[in-house]
Nanobody
C-alpha cells in the first residue's frame, strides 16, 4: 500500500505561483510513475502532468504546458508541482497519483486516471482574478 498526502494548496491571485507537494509513505516511490490531476466543481477530473520513475521524462496537458513543472525527489519520496502564471481556470482540487510499472510512456497513457494504482485526497487551489 502507498499513502499519498498532498500539501501546498491555497488562495493566490492570478499571475501568482504555488508549489504543491505530494509525500508518500508505505513504499518507496522510485518504482512508480507519478501524476497530478485536478478536478474543478462540476467538471470531470483532468490530467495535469506526469513524471517517470527516474524523473528523466515529463508529460503535460496542453493547458498547463510552459506554466507548470513536475519534479520528484525519490530520496524524499516526494513529487512536486510548481505552478506559475496561475489563471482563474486553474482553480480545482489537485490530487497526486502513483502508477506502478507503467505499460506505456506516452502522454495519452499517463492522462488516463484508471492507469494509476494509488491516489491522494487532494489539495484545494483557488486562483482569484
Amino acid at each position: 500500500q502507498v499513502q499519498l498526502v498532498e500539501s501546498g494548496g491555497g488562495l493566490v491571485q492570478a499571475g501568482g505561483s504555488l508549489r504543491l507537494s505530494c509525500a508518500a509513505s508505505g513504499r518507496t516511490l522510485s518504482r512508480y510513475a507519478l501524476g497530478w490531476f485536478r478536478q474543478a466543481p462540476g467538471k470531470e477530473r483532468e490530467f495535469v502532468a506526469a513524471i517517470v520513475e527516474s524523473g528523466s521524462l515529463t508529460y503535460y496537458a496542453d493547458s498547463v504546458k510552459g506554466r507548470f513543472a513536475i519534479s520528484r525527489d525519490n530520496a524524499k519520496n516526494t513529487v512536486y508541482l510548481q505552478m506559475n502564471s496561475l489563471k482563474p481556470e486553474d482553480t480545482a482540487v489537485y490530487s497526486c497519483a502513483a502508477d506502478y510499472a507503467p505499460t506505456y510512456y506516452t502522454t495519452s497513457y499517463f492522462s488516463r486516471a484508471r492507469e494509476y494504482d494509488y491516489w491522494g485526497q487532494g489539495t484545494q487551489v483557488t486562483v482569484s482574478s
